[in-house]
């Protein structure tokens, strides 16, 4: 079964940029939409953007639209989430997840999670 492994966390100012990977272990995502979100300390986990199987469409929650972006390649069966214009906001431990609906912001139509990876933004 194919594993999620999250990287590129981080500290950060406020204002500052990070680029988070979601990589395949294990198996193969190159089929699958591929949703982050993110859980704050005693939140929920919420959604932060999905993209296609192609990747060539997105879709962002309201509170990342324009400073978040994802990308993928397919030769390296990888997920890129680059953050930019970061926020004390944005703390949390992010995750990336499968799909085989998108675009879906639905945290319980998303499987194979990874550990995490925990962003940290001081202001």
């Known amino acids: 079964q194919v594993q999620l492994v999250e990287s590129g966390g981080g500290l950060v100012q406020a204002g500052g940029s990070l680029r988070l990977s979601c990589a395949a272990s294990?198996?193969?995502?190159?089929?699958?939409?591929v949703g982050w979100f993110r859980q704050a300390s005693g939140k929920e986990r919420q959604f932060v953007g999905t993209?296609?199987?192609?990747?060539?469409?997105?879709y962002y929650s309201d509170s990342v639209q324009g400073r978040f972006t994802i990308a993928r390649d397919s030769a390296k069966d990888t997920v890129w989430l680059q953050m930019t214009d970061l926020k004390p906001e944005d703390t949390a431990v992010y995750y990336c997840?499968?799909?085989?609906?998108?675009?879906?912001?639905?945290?319980?139509?998303?499987?194979?999670w990874g550990q995490g990876t925990q962003v940290t933004v001081s202001s």
């Open positions: 993209i296609n199987w192609s990747g060539a469409t997105t």
């Open positions: 294990g198996g193969s995502i190159i089929a699958y939409p």
């Open positions: 997840g499968l799909t085989t609906a998108y675009p879906t912001t639905t945290p319980h139509k998303y499987a194979n």
